[in-house]
């Protein structure tokens, strides 16, 4: 029973900023992995950013420094937020959480969202 559902996505130019949300229900984890994917046409899903239930976060190489990852508790949602954006941004975007502590890399997340496009104009 534990859903995912993203919003947020939709079309920008580069430099613009863009903030993904997702609405968590269902789960009971005292640990946790929470954490952004995104995948673009031809390329495979990489790992975006992560956030651990002790307050510890992770971003993928090519979005650190612009991105950032944070969860508001009293509304059980979970947060992207892209500043600086380029084209190669440009992607559907997922959340998922799993109750292990996973690396960014890994792709073994336990429950997913359906996706939100993002799309970044030059």
């Known amino acids: 029973q534990v859903q995912l559902v993203e919003s947020g996505g939709g079309s920008v130019q580069a430099g613009g900023s863009l903030r993904l949300a997702c609405t968590l229900s269902?789960?009971?984890?005292?640990?946790?992995?929470m954490a952004w994917f995104r995948q673009a046409p031809g390329k495979e899903r990489e790992g975006v950013a992560v956030?651990?239930?002790?307050?510890?976060?992770a971003y993928g190489d090519s979005v650190n420094g612009r991105f950032t990852i944070s969860k508001d508790n009293a509304r059980n949602t979970l947060y992207l937020q892209m500043n600086s954006l380029t084209p190669e941004d440009t992607a559907t975007y997922y959340c998922?959480?799993?109750?292990?502590?996973?690396?960014?890399?890994?792709?073994?997340?336990?429950?997913w969202g359906q996706g939100t496009q993002v799309t970044v104009s030059s």
């Open positions: 956030l651990y239930n002790d307050g510890i976060t």
């Open positions: 269902g789960y009971t984890y005292s640990r946790y992995s």
């Open positions: 998922a959480i799993d109750p292990r502590w996973l690396v960014l890399q890994t792709l073994s997340y336990q429950y």
